[in-house]
Each structure stands twice: as structure tokens, then as C-alpha cells.
């Protein structure tokens, strides 16, 4: 992937609901190509599923190896398989930005990428940005600026603001008003949150 | 001894500072967990199956090919035979996976038999005066003062249906352990959540144990445990397995609650310096298939000759639920418009209009403070201009006000605080944070209180089986709360003064706990620490409970209710494309006494974002012929994004005046304006009324059509 990823345009958009409309599960030759699933393509003649498929996802720095239908989302799999319930799922569909997490250091919307797709590239979620003890500088400035109330759409902005903020390390409030459409949020926290994109940008970000 | 009385401004350490939310860390870093976030062992994923008839009669539900479904586990049918909306639950399935379940849905065959439906709510027409009744009010002589009035200006306004649109969805896990029911709900009320439940899953209500620590928004639809928490709960006990059901987005947007819409056809009379001397408003909405309730009109102003007609429409829609200030929204926007029509046909200036009318108000001085402090703070005096901005060009700007009032006085609410022998401090209630900031706020009350840092005290709620507590709507919490905890802290204190009070060779009535010491308060060095004094206790923690009782301390002022709020909009309209940019909007906003100034702002600049969002994007569009949803989803539902905002400036009303009434509830106060602020800035751009929200680009150029300003 190009370093010139838009955060406001998520990849993976277009795919996910023809792939997750196949019902049956199965996922054709030339969609996907990493390793693991290249192999199973192989053997199971140019088609997975629609059973279970084994795949190995590196999140956060871990290999992790789960068996999943190829419908499977990167976000059902975070949540459902590996407990990681970070990001969230609102609109299931690539509007909301609830669900983001990096691939490859790229922001995306994890509902709109199958599981399988995701296998040989690294995901980081929000449970890899930081701890409540150890926050990154987005977390900080997001706290300190109160840039959340209930706070459901906050993992899935301080995912997309931590890569914002390194690519944008002198982000301006247009640059952020422009940056981070891809992202909503119900209660309101955008005022907090311009604050909190610059403040943290002005500290080295992520 | 400790009083109960809030401490006097210089003596507070955290009440009324800027104080971080002290779960903002846990929910920066997504390790906080929701009722979505639940994952039980062994737990099933539960889908629910939902009418495509806006009106029908159910004939059959066939579950047989959803359960040959290899990991489907279990199904439920509902008995109810007509459906009366597109979108409601006729059946769900559980299963081992949540693909597996989504599969089965589909696998459902449900028979219909459709019946007539009628989903119109903005035509009068539609009123079945058969069954509805009239809802009339009239006070004074409306006739006599218009014929009197030295200008009469009539208008026609209409604000739609909205969604509550809360970014976690609806629903809950639940699970049946040892014959007592666990759940996890997304909820406002964890204290009395499950009051229908029990009845209807045939678990007795001392069996049910709830916890919701964090949820993603209510806005007032998430008080009870609703048809989805019967189903989840009955497939937990037909398979024995915790199963989670949360709603679908579009299931959601049609089902779980909406905000009545209302429109009307208004009257204003008035004398020749602007003084109000009468109103008549003839008002149409729909609440979907149930009541109608008619916002009030005139809001806030107390006109004298005032008639008001009200026909609510049945529809074949989603019922209506509490909206952030049920009711206050719709009647601001259709008065604050009704009104600033009326100024203009004065040819007066809208802020004087307003000034001049504020004695037809229950706060007056209140108003009038707020409303040139947000004069100020919009720079009224350089921006302002009478209707139509002069300037050539498309774009044309123009500023629009409006004023609201809330009730705010706090809930009952049960509070335990225990001071330990090592010197811990836990408060416990069934309150719940919809990221108000509840737990901050008692953590702050209990620590001032104490005299101790924040972090000194643990802060226990989301339980049902804590001492109960009010549900969170109409900004009852934080007064609740605050009065509660307060009262607690203080009775623990005053018993930990009675057992060491000795130790210090004074009387309890001496002592004062200040910055982690307990001091006599006329001769300070002599003190312990409050770890020094908490081990005296024993082996014996203190446990003291606080009880709200509203009149009681309202009495005491601990809290009030009541407030005002003024704010101004400042707006861009492009004559060219319709799109309406908010520059900048300001509020000015009491709510007593603030117990945390950050997360008290915050309230105020969220509820302006929702505020635009309502004014600018959100409508539920249904299709007349078929009866559906037409935009059931987060593309066409639209939210406000951060470009959409625009700059937003916050004042809180603080200080003598408004610090002495103790504390006010806020959460529903600065969302009633925004509609009618922003409403009144485009008519003032543009020199014409675009009478309908959301004011959507077709909307403006339709209007700027008709009127001719296009050229
Ligand atoms: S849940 Fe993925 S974009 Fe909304
Ligand atoms: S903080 Fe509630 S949705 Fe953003």
C-alpha cells in the first residue's frame, strides 16, 4: 500500500458486501492473496469454504491462528474469536469508522475486510495503540480535551487520529476537519476532538 | 462534624474544577467493556426477523429450515399475530456463530397477510378523529387580542420524525445461571431495567441480576428491558447457553424508538414595540402507532391570549421513546421560528425582540444574562442585519437565536459509601454513566467530601443489586447522584469523626477532614492522617447510606430545578447549491451549581453537534406506498461529522446567583435550541423562511424558488 491512504477513505470498502452477500461462505480465486489462503485455494481447487478455513493473523505485534468461515469479517474476528472488543461494530457497513483499525499502518474500516484477507499483513487495534496506563499521545490528548462521552466511537477515532497525526505532524483544524470524515460520532465530541488531534500532533502523535 | 451543606466556593478543592472523566483512560484505550463487548462462555449469537409489511396479519412462522442449520440452537416465534410497522420482530434464532445465525434469519419463513397501511404524518388530513381525540388548550382572550394586536404574522413550520440513532445498538446479553438471570443491557436505568422482564420470562424479580458498566448513547430510548431482552432472555433458557442479541442498525432505526414530529400552522400577535400579546398554534405530528403528545407552543414565553390545537397521527411506524428533552425541541422550533417571523414583520431586531419579551418568562434575569453574553461571544453587534443578507454573492450569512428552558431536578437515589480500615473508600449505587460523566461526578462529590484525592475513592455502579438508583432521563442523574453521595460521604465521615474524636481529645463536632487529614477545625495542627484514623477503626469498616429524597434536598439546596439557556447560531447559505455551513454557534447555559466544569461542558457542546445534526441531516424517510424505512442505515440517516460543525463557544453560568441552588441536571437543556437558532439564521441569511428541518439543500432552493431570491 502507497503512504498516500486518505484516513477519510478507508481500503477495503467496496468488497465486503459482495463477499459477505455470498451467504454460503465461499470465497473465489484472484480476490485474495496471502500465503495461507494461497494454499488452501490450491488444494481446495481454486475455492475456500464454505467451512471453516484456518488462518493466522498477526495483531498487535502476535501471531494469532483461529479457524473462520471465509464471510467472516476482520471485525467479527477481532470481537467474536479473539475478544478483542475494542473496535466496534455500528453501521456494519463502511460509514461510522467505529470499527477502524490499522492495517499495515493504514487506517480501515475492519466491517468492510474479510477475515482471510487480512491474514500476512499486520493489524494493530486499539488494544495495541496503548493501556489505560500506558496511553499513546491520542489517548492522552483525547482524555485531557474530554474528547469522548460515551465513548463508543472513541477506539475508532483514536484509531484513525493515530494515523492522522503521523502522517499530518503539524495537522492545522482544516487539515483534522478534513482528515477525519470518515469517522462519526453521536454525542457529539467533535469540539474536544479538534483540540485533542492538534495538541497530540504538536507531541509526536501515536 | 461534617454538614451536608455544599462547601462555599473557596473552600472546594474539586467541585466546580476541570477535572478529566476518571474512565476516559479505559474508554481511550477501547479496554472498556460494553454490553455489546460481553463475551460469555459458551455464548450464542442471536438474530432477530423482522416485518417488510409496514401492516400485516402474521400466518405462519416456518422455523423448520433455520433450525436444520447446522449450529442453530435455538428459536423463538412471537404469538402476537399483526404486525403494525416494517421493521418490527416476528421471530429470532440463536446460534453458535454469528454468520450461522444471520444465515438462519433468512431461513425463517414468515407468511403474511398485508393490511392497509398509512406511515403519512405531516398532513392533518391523516387525524382519525374517530379515534384520537382533540387535544385543546386555551387561556385568555386569543379573538379580542388579535383583533387588538397592531401586527398579526402567520407561518407554517414543521419538524419531522428523527431516530435516536445511539451508536451501540439495542440489546443485551443474558444468561440463566443456577435458576437466576444474569444480563448485560445496553441500558439508562440498570436499577429498574428489568421491572417488565421478570414477568415475562417467569424469573422472579430478586433473581435478576443486571450490570451495564459502559454503554454507547440512550438519548432516552434504553429504559426498559424491551421485546428484544424477553427474546434473549427466553432463548437462554430454552438452550441453556448465554446468548447475545443485539440489534442491526437498520432493525434499530425502525424499532427502537423515535422523536415525534410536529407540525403547525401559528398565529402571532403583536404590539407595535414587540411585546407578545397573543398566539394561536393549530399543531400535527405522529408519535408511530402509539399517542401523540403536542410540544408546547408558546415555549417558555408566557404569552397571555394563547389557543393551541393538537392532532396526533396514528402511523404505521416505530413507537416513540424519550428524545434528549421529549417534547422541548419541537416546541422551540416552532415558537423560536413563529417569533422570529414576527420580529421581522416588526422590522426589529431580533435580540431586542427577544430582550424586549423576557419578562413573559419564568427567568427573565437569567435570559437576559445569557442572551448578551451570547451576543458577545457571537459578536452580535458587527454581524447582525435585518432579514436577507445585502451583501452580493451566493453565499449569504446570517445570525438566528432562541432561547429554552428544562426541569432537571434530580432522582431519588440510593448511595453506600464505606470507609475501610485501611483506609480505602468505596462508593456504591445502581446509576450508570451514558457518558455524562456519573462516575466522575460522585467519584468528585465523595473525595471533596473526604478530603481526598480523587483516586483515593473507588466508584462501584452499573449494578442492579448496589442500593438503587434512578434511571438516567430528563437530567435527573447528576442531581440524584450528587445529593445521594454527598449525603453518604457525610454520614461516613461524621461516624469516623465519633471513633476517633477521643484520640484527638476533642468532640466530633470539632473535627474537619481537609487535604487526607482529619483536623480539629480551631486548632489545625492538631490531626492524624487519614490513614491514621481509618486504622482505628478496627476491624470494623463504616457503611453509611444516603438517601435522596428530592423535596429534602431541594430544601437544603443540595439541588434544584429549573434552568434557561440562550443560544445564537451564525450560518452560511449558498443560494447556488442549498447548503447550509454552520460558522460558528454559541451557547450560554445555567445548570446550578457545576460539579465538574469539563464534563459539564461538554454536555453543552455535544448537545449543540446533535442540535446541528437534527437541523441540518436528520429525517426518517418513509415510503408512503410501501411503508418502509426508506433510509434505515447510517449513509442516508445522516450524523453531523467534524466538518459539519463548525466553531462552538460554551458558557456555564456559574458563580453567586446560580452556585447557591446546588445541582441542576444539564444533559437535555442545550439540545432544544440548536433547531431553532440555526433555523432562524438561515431565514435571516436569506430573507426568507425555510419552514421545514432538516433544512436540506432541496428544501432551500425549493423555498428560494417560490421566492424568488434565486435571481
Ligand atoms: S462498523 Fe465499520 S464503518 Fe461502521
Ligand atoms: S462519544 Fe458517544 S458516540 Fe462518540
Not at chain 2, 462462555?41 to 423482522?50: D, E, H, I, N, S
Not at chain 2, 439557556?565 to 451557547?587: F, L, P, R, Y
Not at chain 2, 436528520?618 to 466538518?643: C, H, P, S
Request: proline residues 5%; neutral net charge.
Amino acid at each position: 500500500m502507497s503512504d498516500e491512504i486518505d484516513t477519510s477513505k478507508p481500503a477495503g470498502l467496496s468488497r465486503r458486501g459482495f463477499l459477505k452477500g455470498l451467504g454460503a461462505g465461499s470465497v473465489a480465486t484472484g480476490l485474495l492473496s496471502p500465503a495461507g489462503l494461497k494454499e488452501a485455494l490450491a488444494r481446495e481447487g481454486g475455492v475456500v469454504g464454505p467451512g471453516e478455513v484456518p488462518v493466522t493473523l498477526k495483531i498487535n505485534g502476535q501471531n494469532r491462528k483461529l479457524s473462520v468461515e471465509p464471510r467472516v469479517t476482520l471485525l467479527d474476528a477481532l470481537r467474536n474469536r479473539l475478544d478483542l472488543t475494542g473496535c466496534k461494530k455500528v453501521c456494519d457497513r463502511g460509514t461510522c469508522g467505529a470499527c477502524t483499525v490499522l492495517v499495515d499502518r493504514h487506517p480501515v474500516y475492519s466491517c468492510s475486510m474479510l477475515a482471510v484477507e487480512a491474514e500476512g499483513h499486520e493489524i494493530t487495534s486499539i488494544e495495541g495503540l496503548g493501556t489505560p496506563e500506558r496511553m499513546n499521545e491520542v489517548q492522552k490528548a483525547f482524555v485531557h480535551h474530554d474528547a469522548q462521552q460515551c465513548g463508543f466511537c472513541t477506539p475508532g477515532f483514536v484509531v484513525a487520529c493515530s494515523a492522522f497525526v503521523r502522517k499530518h505532524p503539524n495537522a492545522t483544524l482544516e487539515q483534522v476537519r478534513a482528515g477525519l470524515g470518515g469517522n462519526l460520532c453521536r454525542c457529539g465530541t467533535y469540539a474536544g476532538m479538534m483540540l485533542a488531534v492538534v495538541d497530540a500532533a504538536k507531541k509526536g502523535g501515536a | 462534624m461534617a454538614k451536608v451543606d455544599w462547601p462555599a466556593a473557596d473552600k472546594r478543592t474539586l467541585i466546580g474544577k476541570r477535572i478529566d472523566r476518571i474512565d476516559g483512560p479505559l474508554k481511550a484505550t477501547g479496554a472498556a467493556k460494553y454490553s455489546y463487548d460481553i463475551n460469555r462462555p459458551g455464548m450464542l449469537w442471536a438474530r432477530a426477523v423482522t416485518s417488510p409489511y409496514a401492516h400485516a396479519e402474521v400466518t405462519s412462522i416456518d422455523t423448520r429450515a433455520a433450525e436444520a442449520l447446522p449450529g442453530v440452537k435455538g428459536v423463538w416465534r412471537d404469538t402476537e399475530k399483526e404486525v403494525r410497522y416494517a421493521g418490527e420482530i416476528v421471530a429470532a434464532v440463536a446460534a453458535e456463530t454469528e454468520e450461522i445465525a444471520q444465515e438462519a434469519a433468512t431461513r425463517i419463513r414468515v407468511q403474511y397477510k398485508p393490511l392497509p397501511h398509512q406511515v403519512v404524518d405531516d398532513d392533518p388530513k391523516f387525524f382519525d378523529a374517530a379515534k384520537d381525540k382533540l387535544n385543546k388548550r386555551e387561556e385568555g382572550n386569543v379573538d379580542d387580542a388579535f383583533a387588538k394586536a397592531d401586527k398579526v404574522v402567520e407561518g407554517e413550520y414543521g419538524i419531522p420524525v428523527i431516530a435516536h440513532c445511539c451508536l451501540e445498538s439495542h440489546g443485551q446479553v443474558t444468561e440463566m445461571r443456577d435458576g437466576e438471570l444474569h444480563v448485560w443491557p445496553s441500558t439508562q436505568n440498570v436499577s429498574r431495567y428489568s421491572d417488565q422482564l421478570g414477568g415475562a420470562v417467569g424469573v422472579d424479580q430478586n433473581k435478576i441480576h443486571v450490570e451495564c458498566q459502559y454503554m454507547g448513547g440512550g438519548f432516552g430510548s434504553k429504559f426498559n428491558s424491551d421485546k428484544w431482552g424477553t427474546i434473549g432472555a427466553l432463548l437462554s433458557k430454552q438452550t441453556g447457553r448465554p446468548v447475545k442479541l443485539l440489534l442491526e442498525r437498520d432493525i434499530e432505526l425502525m424499532t427502537a424508538g423515535n422523536r415525534p414530529s410536529a407540525y403547525a400552522r401559528i398565529k402571532v400577535g403583536a404590539q407595535k414595540d414587540g411585546t407578545l400579546t397573543a398566539v394561536e398554534a393549530d399543531i400535527w405530528g405522529t408519535g408511530g402507532n402509539g399517542g401523540y403528545n403536542p410540544p408546547p407552543v408558546p415555549y417558555v414565553f408566557k404569552v397571555p391570549n394563547t389557543r393551541l390545537t393538537a392532532k396526533g397521527i396514528r402511523t404505521n411506524r416505530g413507537g416513540q421513546r424519550a428524545w434528549r428533552a421529549p417534547s422541548h425541541p419541537q416546541g422551540c422550533f416552532l415558537t423560536m421560528s413563529a417569533l422570529a417571523d414576527t420580529a421581522a414583520a416588526l422590522k426589529m431586531d431580533e435580540l431586542e425582540f427577544f430582550l424586549k419579551n423576557v419578562s413573559l418568562t419564568d427567568r427573565a434575569e437569567v435570559y437576559t444574562e445569557e442572551l448578551k453574553i451570547a451576543a458577545d461571544l457571537i459578536d452580535y453587534k458587527r454581524k447582525a442585519h435585518p432579514r436577507g443578507d445585502p451583501t452580493p454573492g451566493p453565499v449569504k450569512r446570517g445570525l438566528g437565536m432562541s432561547i429554552h428552558t428544562w426541569g432537571g431536578m434530580g432522582h431519588p437515589s440510593e448511595c453506600d459509601v464505606t470507609i475501610s480500615p485501611d483506609g480505602s473508600v468505596e462508593a456504591r449505587l445502581g446509576s450508570q454513566d451514558l457518558g455524562t460523566g456519573t462516575r466522575t461526578v460522585i467519584d468528585i462529590v465523595v473525595a471533596e467530601t473526604l478530603g481526598l484525592p480523587l483516586h483515593a475513592v473507588k466508584v462501584q455502579i452499573g449494578k442492579s443489586d448496589y442500593p438503587a438508583s434512578g434511571g438516567s432521563g430528563g437530567s435527573t442523574t447528576v442531581g440524584g447522584v450528587s445529593a445521594s453521595s454527598r449525603l453518604a460521604a457525610t454520614a461516613a465521615l461524621n461516624a469516623l469523626f465519633e471513633t476517633i474524636a477521643s484520640k484527638l481529645d476533642t468532640a466530633a463536632d470539632n473535627l474537619e477532614a481537609v487535604r487526607g487529614e482529619i483536623r480539629q477545625s480551631d486548632k489545625p495542627e492538631n490531626k492524624m492522617s487519614w490513614k491514621e484514623a481509618c486504622a482505628l477503626l478496627g476491624v470494623n469498616a463504616i457503611t453509611k447510606r444516603g438517601s435522596n429524597n428530592p423535596g429534602e434536598s431541594q430544601k437544603m439546596h443540595l439541588m434544584d430545578g429549573g434552568v434557561g439557556g440562550a443560544q445564537i447560531a451564525d450560518v452560511s447559505v449558498d443560494i447556488e447549491t442549498g447548503i447550509v455551513t454552520i460558522n460558528e454557534m454559541v451557547a450560554a447555559q445555567d445548570c446550578g451549581l457545576v460539579i465538574d466544569l469539563k464534563t459539564a461542558e461538554s454536555q453543552v457542546y455535544g448537545a449543540l453537534i446533535m442540535g446541528i445534526t437534527y437541523a441540518l441531516f436528520e429525517e426518517a424517510v418513509y415510503d408512503v406506498k410501501t411503508g418502509r424505512m426508506l433510509n434505515a442505515d447510517m449513509e442516508f440517516y445522516r450524523l453531523a461529522g467534524i466538518k459539519d460543525v463548525g466553531n462552538l463557544k460554551v458558557h456555564m453560568m456559574t458563580g453567586k446567583g446560580y452556585d447557591e441552588r446546588g445541582v441542576v441536571g444539564l444533559g437535555e437543556p442545550p439540545v432544544i435550541s440548536p433547531g431553532a437558532a440555526i433555523a432562524n439564521a438561515v431565514a435571516n441569511a436569506l430573507g426568507v423562511r425555510v419552514p421545514q428541518l432538516p433544512l436540506t439543500p432541496d428544501r432551500v432552493i425549493a423555498v428560494l424558488q417560490k421566492g424568488g431570491n434565486l435571481a
